[in-house]
């Protein structure tokens, strides 16, 4: 499973990218509203950090199918590596079609996914990612990592090539999950990924390990 940065923030990503397992990164709108400047610049800068062999999805505001492909085919020429976030809708849909197709074509990541109706209908369109929302249908008292597995299983199943991106991963244990429902990526907050690197037993270990070898120095 691809481990994507979930983050708009240079810090956190040139944090992120230094530790060398992130391979794309995913914003939104929310996300992007945090930092400072021009959204184009920062969008450069994320492009540029995060590499550009490494997609990076970013949201389109628009909600009429031709409103958003303008959107995506001028924030595409902000950089190479920019795949255009989509929320899932008949607009949607309609934009998805447009943009993955012919000459001019752009990878797409239809978001804001919440069954597997949806993620279905965005592959048909022919998104190249689907992103289910896990930890907002937690929040609701569903099952968000069933969902995953379910998406996974189906688009599998009919040989959709959209790949699953487990999004809005609330902790460190989502991310367990995820790679073992089977999702191709799951998108991080800078927060979990950290987690991520912890374990008390790790803690305990090094400083075991140190005071041992400061001890035989004495
Ligand atoms: C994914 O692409 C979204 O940016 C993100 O995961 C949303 O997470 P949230 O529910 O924590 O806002």
Same mark, same amino acid.
Request: glycine share 10%.
């Given at each position: 499973m691809q481990l994507y940065l979930d983050s708009a923030?240079?810090?956190?990503?040139?944090?992120?990218?230094?530790?060398?397992?992130?391979?794309?990164?995913?914003? &939104?709108? *929310? +996300?992007?509203?945090?930092?400072?400047?021009?959204?184009?610049?920062?969008?450069?800068?994320?492009?540029?950090?995060?590499?550009?062999?490494?997609?990076?999805?970013?949201?389109?505001?628009?909600?009429?199918a031709e409103a958003m492909e303008k959107e995506a085919r001028l924030l595409a020429e902000l950089a190479p590596n920019v795949v255009i976030k989509i929320p899932i809708g008949i607009e949607g849909l309609k934009a998805?079609?447009?943009?993955?197709?012919?000459?001019?074509?752009?990878?797409? &990541?239809? *978001? +804001?996914?919440f069954s597997t109706n949806q993620a279905l209908l965005a592959a048909r369109a022919g998104a190249a990612y689907v992103s289910p929302f896990v930890g907002r249908l937690d929040d609701i008292g569903w099952d968000g990592m069933g969902l995953v597995r379910e998406m996974v299983e189906i688009l599998g199943k009919h040989r959709l090539e959209a790949q699953v991106i487990a999004a809005s991963i609330r902790h460190p244990r989502h991310v367990h999950e995820a790679a073992l429902a089977g999702a191709q990526i799951a998108t991080i907050p800078f927060k979990v990924l950290e987690q991520m690197t912890q374990h008390p037993l790790t803690d305990l270990g090094i400083e075991r390990f140190l005071a041992d070898w400061n001890r035989k120095q004495e």
């Open positions: 923030n240079l810090q956190e990503i040139t944090t992120a990218v230094s530790w060398g397992v992130i391979g794309g990164l995913t914003t &939104n709108p *929310t +996300l992007v509203a945090r930092e400072t400047g021009s959204f184009e610049d920062l969008i450069r800068q994320i492009c540029r950090l995060v590499g550009e062999e490494r997609p990076v999805s970013v949201e389109v505001i628009g909600t009429t998805v079609h447009r943009l993955s197709q012919g000459p001019k074509k752009i990878d797409c &990541n239809v *978001t +804001l996914i």
